[in-house]
């Protein structure tokens, strides 16, 4: 089913800190801006986007 290279094993460690930056991002209240809103997710996307050029 995965690949050998498939960034899914490397990137499993992160999988409890996406789903705290997503709870955290949609329970958030509306009036804090949006890049603070966001950062968790923004940065949880930085990281598994060096997991994956890693890989390569």
């Known amino acids: 089913m995965n690949q ?3 960034p899914v094993k490397p990137a499993q460690w992160m999988r409890p800190v996406i789903r705290w930056a997503t709870r ?12 603070v809103r966001f950062a968790p997710l923004r940065s949880a996307s ?11």
Request: proline fraction near 12%.
């Open 4 to 6: 050998p290279n498939s």
């Open 24 to 35: 955290f991002s949609l329970a958030a209240p509306k009036w804090l801006p949006d890049f």
């Open 46 to 56: 930085f990281v598994l986007r060096l997991v994956h050029q890693g890989l390569r």
